[in-house]
């Protein structure tokens, strides 16, 4: 069955530095999303993205953060200087289609900034 | 601003036992409810999605109906199994393509 694949499982970095993650959305899939959860917290929505912009992004996704999709198979999240508090799993999700369409989820990025 | 919560927020049952989780959620105006597994460690399984128009789900073991009307859905899970054991988290999609998820309910199934 098609998943969504991200990359790496775990990364750790200390304060100020940039990271990227990476996912591989399901191949048919025209929505991507990001997500976090900071450890004992609820999933937080930060970012939408379709047609090569981004169609919505919540007050978390500020100047900090970016999205790309270098090519037509990886859809990449950047931390350009990452604080104590960026510490958290970051999932990424793709749909098929919009609203209406069941979100399929990665196994997420677990980051820890030190 | 809508919010999701999820009672009980612990559920611990003896194996074979039929349970319901409850989603709760502020705004009516949704476009659908979708229903989460989440393994410790892990990312999210999508279990069931019911549709703003539809009043229920089902699939194998598994039952989500939807009240949207007094914002509502309940997770049935019939015939419980150890391997049920998870954390279930329900997520509404409003006007905008993003999902609210609730705080979740951790169940354990005891053998």
Partial sequence: ?114 | KQEVTQIPAALSVPEGENLVLNCSFTDSAIYNLQWFRQDPGKGLTSLLLIQSSQREQTSGRLNASLDKSSGRSTLYIAASQPGDSATYLCAVKGATNKLIFGTGTLLAVQP
């Fill in chain 1, 1 to 114: 069955e098609p998943e969504v694949t991200q990359t790496p499982s775990h990364q750790v970095t200390q304060m100020g530095q940039e990271v990227i993650l990476h996912c591989v959305p399901i191949s048919n899939h025209l929505y991507f999303y990001w997500y976090r959860q900071i450890l004992g917290q609820k999933v937080e929505f930060l970012v939408s993205f379709y047609n090569n912009e981004i169609s919505e992004k919540s007050e978390i996704f500020d100047d900090q953060f970016s999205v790309e999709r270098p090519d037509g198979s990886n859809f990449t999240l950047k931390i350009r200087s990452t604080k104590l508090e960026d510490s958290a799993m970051y999932f990424c999700a793709s749909s098929r289609q919009g609203a209406e369409e069941k979100l399929f989820f990665g196994s997420g990025t677990q980051l820890s900034v030190l």
